[in-house]
């Protein structure tokens, strides 16, 4: 590529409304532009890079004997229907009509689609295993678009769905796509973790996430500091302390005016892990009272599993009066309300609590002094929480979801009858798995982990171009010749090189080059009658004079140690 008449431009000055690094610099490169919240053009460059992303992919996934097709993304609304992903998915969903009033869909997701595809083919047996995936457009009507290609409202994603007779073939297919991820990660030199998380809207018996390891990241990853343990916020676990001491008498004290757990504490001078806090909340139109440690948070996930409702509210005031709780002061002794307590309060003694009444609490309450409805694991873990699987300790992380594997078992073959003869010529459901990856994440994931002040450092598989040549002087013809025979012999050898033969002066030149990230460059300058050109490494900003005559050889070790 010669730059001279080509696309491309970069911006000096910082974009005012991209917030994350990686949307910054971005758009800075000149290699993405935001045409609205959360939608976005790819640029040459961008695409460019985005391309090569979606190649690895592509190069991984069909060494892992997967078949790529193609799924349209305007689709029936009554498909989704039929597996109650509409209600799943809610307002997240764009919906249209066509002409005849038929309503559609823009496809948020297709598992529906490929189960579809999957039972044109597969009567027997001897039909399965196979996994077939494509790499198209997704929509999905984000509430808060933001962080640039983090969080969007159209996007690409790889989606893969391997299709078994069960659950233990599903193993298998499972385990080859993992390491078809962990391939494609580590080809493109990401920081990542693979951490157990919720199934959420898309089912099944087991979820696990790839997180690339970042300070922008919107999702909050639990990692152990003696073991691999490694989960996400909203399904990690931690092993509870056994409380040993005494059971003493329960004594009602006066709190005046003390209404939250900071308030209470304090007054009482007990610490917070000492008391219990009440939270009222309505599950489906019923007072639902949770009580957890009063120094942790509640996991609206971990409920929505435990209880199977659909949706997690707080209680409004005309519901909270039909019970005796005490907003403020609300205790489990002798509590009207359905009471769901944390598995940790089995373990608590001589806890502080509410009495139910306006400027009361109990101290010294444990678990024989009240009943409760159901418990289980119901809250967030905190940091130096004991590890589950070791005696490690829990500390924090933030990553960007870059891609998922999920085990679906049978959901959505069974609702839309995909089933084989086995070989005893009995009807079976077919066993799924799903698989999704997003390059457009990985591509701001790299970014954010990849830059410094002047620009992007990409991995020499994904930049724009692996090697850039600079004439300081585009009016000197000597170095003008010595570039563009550069340029031919790389072309030729199979390196992806740029020439920036633009009529700019030489700062402008480098500036851009380490903006958009190229690994190396060569810079053709006074040297040239000497036929010696410097080359310049982005990562290290390592710098060596080497004659013509070694420039092929230096860039293909390069290119050969880099990756």
């Known amino acids: 590529m010669k730059l001279k008449n080509s696309y491309f431009f970069t911006l000096r000055e910082d974009a005012k409304d ?58 029936p609304k009554e498909i989704y229907e039929t597996c109650g992903r509409v209600e799943a998915f809610g307002s997240d969903m764009f919906n ?29 047996y001897k039909d399965l295993p196979f996994t077939i995936y494509q790499q198209a457009d997704k929509f999905r009507d984000e509430p808060r678009p933001r962080y640039g290609l983090i969080r969007v409202r159209e996007f690409i994603m790889k989606d893969a769905y391997s299709f078994d007779r069960d ?3 599903l193993d298998i297919s499972y385990n080859k796509m993992k390491e078809a991820y962990n391939k494609i990660y580590d080809r493109m030199k990401l920081d990542y973790k693979i951490v157990s998380s919720d199934t959420g809207a898309m089912g099944g018996s ?6 690339a390891i970042t300070d922008i990241g919107e999702d909050v990853i639990v990692l152990c500091d003696s073991c691999n343990y490694s989960s996400n916020l909203e399904v990690a676990k931690f092993k509870i302390n056994e409380v040993k001491e005494e ?50 948070e509640l996991n ?12 997690i509210n707080f209680a409004s005031d005309e519901l909270i009066n039909k019970s005796n709780a005490v907003p403020g002061f609300t205790g489990p002794i002798n509590l009207r309300s359905k009471i769901v307590i944390d598995n940790e309060i089995l373990k608590m003694k001589n806890f502080c609590c509410g009495a139910n009444e306006k400027g009361y609490h109990y101290i010294n309450a444990n678990l ?29 992380k933030k990553g960007i979801e870059i891609g998922n ?68 002087n585009s009016k000197d013809e000597l170095q003008n010749e010595i570039a563009n025979k550069m340029y031919d012999e790389l072309k030729d050898a199979g390196v992806d090189v740029l020439l920036d033969n633009r009529d700019e002066r030489p700062g402008v030149k480098f500036k851009d080059m380490d903006l958009i990230g190229i690994p190396l460059k060569i810079v053709v300058g006074k040297k040239a009658s000497e036929n010696i050109v410097e080359t310049k490494i982005r990562r290290t900003n390592e710098q060596k004079d080497i004659t013509t005559s070694e420039v092929l050889d230096f860039v293909l070790n390069f290119k050969k140690s880099e990756l």
Do not use: W
């Open 167 to 169: 659950e233990k073939s």
């Open 206 to 211: 087991l979820s696990e996430e790839y997180q």
């Open 405 to 472: 594997l999920f085990k679906l078992g049978t959901k959505y073959a069974e609702k839309l009858g995909l089933t084989y003869l086995d070989e005893n010529n009995e009807t079976k459901v077919v066993t799924m798995g799903s698989y999704g990856i997003g390059p457009g994440r990985i591509l701001a994931s790299i970014v954010e982990q990849n830059n410094d002040e002047a620009g992007i450092i990409f991995p020499i598989e994904v930049a724009p171009y692996e090697v850039a040549i600079i004439p300081v």
């Open 368 to 396: 024989k002094d009240f009943n409760y409805d159901l418990n289980g694991d119901i809250v967030n873990v905190l940091p130096n929480d004991n590890c589950p699987n070791c005696n490690g300790k829990l500390y924090f």
């Open 18 to 75: 991209e917030e994350s690094r990686s949307g910054n610099l971005l758009v800075r490169a000149g290699m993405i532009k935001k045409v609205g919240a959360g939608i976005y053009m790819y640029l040459p460059n961008g695409l460019k890079v985005l391309d090569k992303i979606k190649k690895i992919i592509k190069e991984e996934m069909d060494n892992a004997g997967a078949q790529e097709l193609l799924m349209p993304s305007l689709l």
């Open 300 to 311: 609206e996930s971990k409920i929505t599993k435990l209880l199977k409702c659909k949706e």
């Open 96 to 124: 249209l009509n066509d002409r005849y009033n038929k309503p559609l869909v823009l496809g948020p997701t297709h598992e529906e689609l490929f189960a579809i595809a999957a039972k044109s083919m597969v009567t027997s």
């Open 247 to 296: 059971e003493k008498e329960l004594i009602k004290v006066e709190t005046p005016n003390q209404k939250t757990i900071d308030e209470v504490c304090s007054y009482l001078n007990i610490p917070k892990e000492k008391s219990i806090k009440a939270l009222l909340m309505n599950i489906d139109g019923e007072l639902y009272t949770f009580f957890i440690r009063g120094d942790r």
